[in-house]
């Protein structure tokens, strides 16, 4: 008997967030995020995404056991900027067993109908700011920071309920040995020279700082991004969430900002993989010993991901972004980190495809996002 409970109680939400690690517990890829950024992203009190949109959470529940989870999401942000009807699912994690997948399916789908939506998006974590899309090719190494993992099987099961794919999601693979080919030397000395005659300016961003760096940085980070799919703007409240969390990860050398009379027009984040050290921590449970292992291993990380890169459309088209990547590259090694992966890259966005595989960029990884029709 196979029951779907909606999450209610503090220890529901316990198994809601746990049930991950029982399913991928002997899967060497599999990487634990910290169990108090789980927390802190479904509380309703503290993710500010709660302010303007709503979501529930549902678990898929046989012989007292969890088998399946999902989060239904009605995000009203996205209702009134795009016209669609269209509520999204995330947190989306089953058992190799199709009909507890469709009866998570099902909840989700009755949920939104009641919501008077039509159709269904994802997976998104809540929204294209987070975690989101499944993965569907690149299995064989795990997952870097803040990117999703999951089985094979989840592909095969949303294309059987129905689901069409949306759009695909790449991730590239760059080292600095990339930018030690004579032709991209010279290619980022002229853009410097170009940007420093147009007085282009690009530096670290400064700490000290904080409170009118993160007000610029979010002017530049949703007028970006404006154009891309699925793209919601981030408000003040969101935005300094995420800015301050990733505080946490980085140091100033590793956010690169692009300023042209005093204004921000570009912008290139990286973020060390924590996941070389989350994936030693059980659970993501940082007990004593867990935060002896992070403070141990961290002189090891060796790898990062390139969380994003965008630059005002006006500024597009004169080398910016091939700059900020070189730039980028030369502070992770500076740091010790010597390989990157540059994810989520949209299919659509050839500009971006282009200029990775110029950098010698190889994909190694595709996530994909679904739609469902429910009329």
Not at 105 to 122: F, H, P, R, S
Not at 140 to 167: A, C, H, S, W
Not at 268 to 297: C, E, S, T, Y
Not at 351 to 361: F, H, S, Y
Request: hydrophobic share 40%; charged share 30%.
């Amino acid at each position: 008997m196979i029951a779907i409970d909606k999450v209610r109680s503090c220890r529901d939400f316990g198994r809601f967030i746990s049930f991950p690690d029982l399913l991928y517990k002997d899967d060497p890829n599999y990487v634990p995020e910290l169990r108090i950024v789980r927390k802190m992203m479904l509380d309703r009190k503290k993710n500010p995404f709660f302010k303007h949109s709503k979501a529930e959470f549902f678990m898929a529940v046989q012989d007292h056991k969890v088998v399946g989870r999902i989060a239904v999401i009605r995000n009203n942000i996205h209702i009134r900027q795009t016209g669609e009807q269209c509520g999204f699912f995330g947190f989306f994690d089953v058992v190799e067993d199709y009909e507890i997948a469709k009866r998570l399916i099902d909840q989700a789908v009755m949920w939104l109908e009641n919501e008077k939506l039509d159709c269904l998006i994802g997976p998104e974590n809540f929204t294209t700011n987070d975690s989101c899309g499944i993965l569907v090719s690149g299995y064989d190494t795990p997952p870097v920071v803040m990117m999703p993992y999951n089985k094979p099987y989840y592909e095969e099961f949303l294309n059987r309920y129905g689901f069409q794919k949306e759009i695909d999601l790449y991730s590239y693979c760059l080292n600095h040995l990339s930018f030690k080919h004579n032709y991209l030397k010279t290619l980022c000395h002229r853009i410097k020279s170009n940007l420093m005659d147009s007085g282009i300016n690009v530096r670290s961003i400064q700490f000290g700082n904080q409170e009118e760096e993160i007000n610029r940085l979010r002017e530049v980070y949703n007028l970006a991004n404006q154009d891309n799919w699925g793209f919601i703007p981030l408000d003040e409240n969101e935005f300094r969430e995420k800015a301050l969390q990733l505080k946490q990860l980085v140091t100033e050398e590793l956010i690169l900002v692009v300023e042209k009379d005093g204004r921000f027009i570009g912008f290139v984040v990286a973020v060390p993989d924590i996941n070389q050290i989350l994936i030693r921590i059980k659970a993501g449970k940082l007990g004593l010993f867990g935060l002896l292992q992070m403070f141990w291993h961290k002189r090891k990380v060796n790898n990062s991901r390139i969380l994003i890169l965008g630059v005002l459309e006006e500024y597009r088209n004169k080398g910016i972004d091939i700059y900020l990547y070189e730039k980028i590259q030369e502070n992770l090694k500076a740091n010790g980190i010597f390989r990157c992966e540059a994810c989520y890259v949209l299919e659509n966005n050839e500009t971006m495809n282009a200029i990775l595989e110029k950098l010698g960029g190889e994909r190694i990884k595709t996530y994909r996002i679904y739609r469902y029709k429910m009329k």
